[in-house]
């Protein structure tokens, strides 16, 4: 976010030094990740003494990943907890045995399994059919629960969700109308005076701006750009379980993959 405003020399020592911070804060991050882990129920909290679900649980799973800190004993129990929060809808809500699956929730709990290698544990067929469900029908976006209305942000959370599934079942294109999502974040949720919104008569915001645009990456480049200009209306490739352009997902990976993952820095300490 700071080399974003800086020119390109200070772009590349911004980036140094965020880099650098990461490095520096990894150990004691991970120990902090680790006291928030509720035992035994495998999932985490979202602060000290604060509610627990899967919202927390994605994020403590995604940023070690990123950073080479998911050791086993920090992803243990995390797959049985995040199976449990799946309902008989299909979809997944935000703690074990919910009454009623969230996009929201359903996006965090797919991206933790598809990180974890898991995704295949769950009930497959029927969080499919949920998530095609979500799509309107006259609209064409998505809508985040059960009779509910359709949102832009849910382009996001459902599409992204939906992209991690079509991958797994080896779709070459996502499971939804590609074209008439498109058409609703661009022509009902865009604001004419720039921004994008909730939806028509809701005004625009960052929140929704930003998992519009979201979801459109997720729908052009995980499906195919069928609606909108050519070239204006293209944006970049995210990757579905970070919500982070590919490129840097890639680059922060490989720079932390050189880095000893924590097990391995404790056991030479106690050496």
């Given at each position: 976010i700071i080399a974003g405003t800086c020119r390109r020399q200070q772009q590349e020592s911004a980036a140094a030094a965020a880099l650098e911070f990461l490095q520096d804060i990894r150990k004691p991050l991970y120990?902090?990740?680790?006291?928030?882990?509720?035992?035994p129920h495998g999932g985490f909290s979202i602060h000290a003494n604060g509610e627990w679900d899967v919202r927390a649980t994605y994020t403590?799973?995604?940023?070690?990943?990123?950073?080479?800190?998911?050791?086993?004993?920090?992803?243990?129990?995390?797959?049985?907890?995040?199976?449990?929060?799946?309902?008989?809808e299909g979809g997944f809500g935000g703690e074990p045995a919910s009454a009623e699956a969230h996009g929201g929730y359903t996006y965090c709990a797919v991206a933790t399994l598809e990180l974890l290698g898991?995704?295949?544990?769950?009930?497959?067929?029927?969080?499919?059919?949920?998530?095609?469900?979500?799509?309107?029908?006259?609209?064409?976006?998505?809508?985040?629960?059960?009779?509910?209305?359709?949102?832009?942000?849910?382009?996001f959370w459902q599409g992204a969700a939906l992209a991690i599934v079509s991958q797994y079942f080896g779709k070459g294109e996502l499971l939804c109308n590609v074209k008439m999502l498109q058409r609703y974040i661009l022509l009902c949720a865009q604001d004419l005076n720039g921004g994008l919104r909730d939806k028509p008569s809701k005004p625009r915001d960052f929140y929704h701006s930003c998992y519009n645009l979201s979801g459109l990456s997720i729908s052009q480049h995980y499906g195919s750009l069928e609606y909108g200009h050519a070239s204006k209306s293209k944006v970049a490739k995210t990757d579905p379980c970070y919500n982070i352009r590919v490129e840097r997902v890639e680059a922060i990976q490989?720079?932390?993959?050189?880095?000893?993952?924590?097990?391995?820095?404790?056991?030479q300490e106690s050496k």
């Open positions: 120990d902090w990740s680790l006291s928030l882990k509720l035992v403590i799973v995604s940023v070690a990943k990123l950073l080479n800190i998911l050791t086993p004993e920090l992803q243990e129990g995390v797959v049985e907890f995040v199976k449990t929060c799946q309902t008989y898991a995704l295949g544990e769950c009930n497959l067929p029927a969080l499919r059919t949920w998530l095609c469900q979500r799509q309107t029908s006259f609209e064409g976006g998505f809508n985040g629960r059960c009779n509910k209305l359709v949102d832009g942000c849910y382009s490989r720079h932390f993959s050189s880095s000893m993952v924590i097990e391995e820095a404790n056991d």
